[in-house]
């Protein structure tokens, strides 16, 4: 079974620049999040989608940060423009949601390491 | 908003002692899940714990919660240098933020030879 897959891996920009990540989650999972996590670190959900629904983004930084998930499959998560405080990885990680009330298995990607100049 | 707090936040052992990180949360949990993260790669599902007091073991590795489902543990037997990473612990509140995963700051762990 592949894992979630994430492109690019490294990205280097200059602060004001837009910058984009993919993620392609494990064939099947409805939920896909989307993490920022600082060097030393926890990861910080920034949004989280079922299916195509984004049911908590309360802590995506909606000024600058926009993301889509397309027919529930691909997600993009974007910032425009970025800002030096935007370095850090960018996980994203997908999980089956089976209904009911406990918390799915989360299976990360590889992330993207975002260093702003 | 939820606060979820990790001690220590670095432990180096020698091969073969043990380690033991813990997690402590402000709230209640509906349950408490644990991730390995290896240097440079990414975090890797280890264990979820639902019950009050319950008690997990892998191997070299025993997960405890609490009775009060506020604090949790991982130790670790007799360290092995495959052991080196970062444990982060991950707590669910349950309720209207069910799903909703807020990760402590992690135990970085280094084993020497």
């Known amino acids: 079974e592949a894992g979630v897959v994430q492109s690019p891996r490294y990205k280097i920009i200059e602060k004001k620049q837009p910058v984009a990540f993919w993620c392609n989650p494990i064939?099947?999972?409805?939920?896909l999040y989307w993490y920022r996590q600082n060097l030393g670190q926890g990861p910080e959900l920034l949004i989280r989608y079922e299916n195509e629904e984004a049911v908590d983004d309360s802590q995506l930084p909606k000024d600058r940060f926009s993301a889509e998930r397309l027919k529930g499959v691909d997600s993009t998560l974007k910032i425009q423009p970025a800002e030096l405080g935007d370095s850090a990885v960018y996980l994203c990680?997908?999980?089956?949601?089976?209904?009911?009330?406990?918390?799915?298995?989360?299976?990360f990607g590889p992330g993207t390491r975002l260093t702003v100049l | 908003g939820q606060q979820v707090m990790q001690i220590p936040q670095y432990q180096h052992v020698q091969e073969g002692e043990d380690f033991t990180t813990y997690c402590n949360s402000s709230t209640t949990l509906s349950n408490i899940q644990w991730y390995k993260q290896r240097p440079g790669g990414h975090p890797v599902f280890l264990i979820q714990l639902v019950k009050s007091g319950e008690v997990k073991k892998q191997k070299r590795l025993t997960f405890q919660f609490g009775e009060a489902k506020k604090n949790s543990s991982l130790h670790i037997t007799a360290t092995q240098t495959t052991d080196v990473g970062t444990y982060f612990c991950a707590a669910d509140a349950g309720g209207t933020s069910y799903g909703k995963l807020t990760f402590g700051q992690g135990t970085i762990l280094t084993v020497h030879p």
């Open positions: 064939s099947g999972h409805n939920t």
């Open positions: 990680a997908s999980s089956f949601n089976k209904g009911f009330a406990s918390t799915d298995t989360q299976y």
